[in-house]
Structure formats: structure tokens, C-alpha cells
């Protein structure tokens, strides 16, 4: 018996609920373990590389066994990674940047939507992708974007926003991440207000931290 048959012939035994799911999970789960090694040795966005990985191999969520597991994972399991990102964010490290500073990135946020669903109604393109591309880059560029893209209603446009998109973004935040130290050391800003200035910037969480720790460790942290 080979592996493959011996495998299935485990999987038939279990409920019918996850024989229906399984082959969707086992993808799924390649392609993030396949993007977080390529991004751990060639320096690329995980992000990235699951999009690309996810293009790649779209064709298994159209039709066939994998359908029902990937529908699953992109519905509710990516809902559930978005919400263990945030847990990540202690009160004591929100409490130490302060209140001016507190306020400061909530107005930029609030402001870069803002402007972003008034330029889009001024370029006559659709609230879904100003709320997709204004969202990503108020808040933490790919990662946003993945998860914007998860709860807003879809349509025939929707992957292909969503493609351009984490794009943009992570194109535009490798830019930021080698022309911003630059800029800062030019403004002689300190240490913190070049922490402050990085992360309220660029778009992507890894070149926030790549350009904070180019200028020190402390502007990194």
C-alpha cells in the first residue's frame, strides 16, 4: 500500500464533517509553512510569499476536494490569526507610548481612510477597494489588506484589489524602509520620535522594524 493510500484510507474513518475539510486545512497549511521558510531565508514578507503561493495554487479553491477547507480557512481561520496578532499588543506597551502618542495614531489612521475614501469617490472607484487600500496602509500594510479583504462583501474585482494591493503596499514600504532613515537623520529627530515616525509611516510591520533598527536599536524597538 503506498503513503498516500494508506493516508486516505485513515482519513475515510473520520467524521464526515473533517473528511470534507482536511484536503483544504493540508494546503493551506503547506502554503503558510512554505511562505514563512521562504521568507525566514531569502528576507521576503511572509505575507508576500503566502499571496503569491496563494495565486499559485488558486485553482484548488475553484474546484475539487480542497474547495470546502480553503473557503474555511480564508473565512474564519485567517478572522481568528488576525485577532491573535492583536492579543500580541500588551496595555502596558500602549500605556508607555502615551497619551499624546496614542492620539496622534489613531488620528493618522482615522485621516488616511478618510482620505482614501475621498480620493476614491474623486477617481470614481469603488468604496471596497478605498477601504482595502487605505485600511492597509493606516494600519500594517499585507496583513490589513488580508484581513480587510476577508470581511468585506465580495465581487468580481475583489481578488484582484486585494492582489494589487498587498503589492503596492510592500513595494511602497521597502522604498519608505531605505529612503526614511534618510529622511530622519536629515530632521535630526531622536531615537523615539524615529520609532514614532517609522510606525506611523510605513506600511508593513518587517520594514518598520528593518528601518528602526538601521538607525539604532532604540529607534527599533
Known sequence: MTFAASVQDRFRGMPSGFAAYWPGFAVTA????????????YGAPAMLMALLLGIAFHFLSEEGRCVAGIDFCAKHVLRIGVALLGMRISVDLLIGLGASTILLL?????????????AAKLLGRGWRLALLTSGSVAICGASAAMAIAAVLPKNE?????????????????????IAYPIIAQTMGLDARATGIFFGGTI??????????????????E
Do not use: C, K, W, Y
Not at 503547506?30 to 531565508?41: I, K, P
Not at 489612521?109 to 482620505?115: E, H, M, P, S, W
Not at 506600511?203 to 527599533?220: I, K, N, R
Open 30 to 41: 503547506a502554503v503558510a509553512v512554505a511562505a514563512q521558510f521562504l521568507s525566514d531565508h
Open 106 to 118: 489613531v488620528s493618522a489612521l482615522v485621516a488616511t481612510i478618510g482620505f482614501g475614501l475621498a
Open 203 to 220: 506600511h508593513d510591520v518587517a520594514q518598520v522594524v528593518g528601518a528602526g533598527f538601521s538607525v539604532s536599536p532604540e529607534a527599533g
Open 157 to 177: 474585482f475583489s481578488e484582484r484589489n486585494l492582489i494589487f494591493t498587498v503589492l503596492s503596499v510592500t513595494v511602497l514600504s521597502t522604498l519608505a524602509m
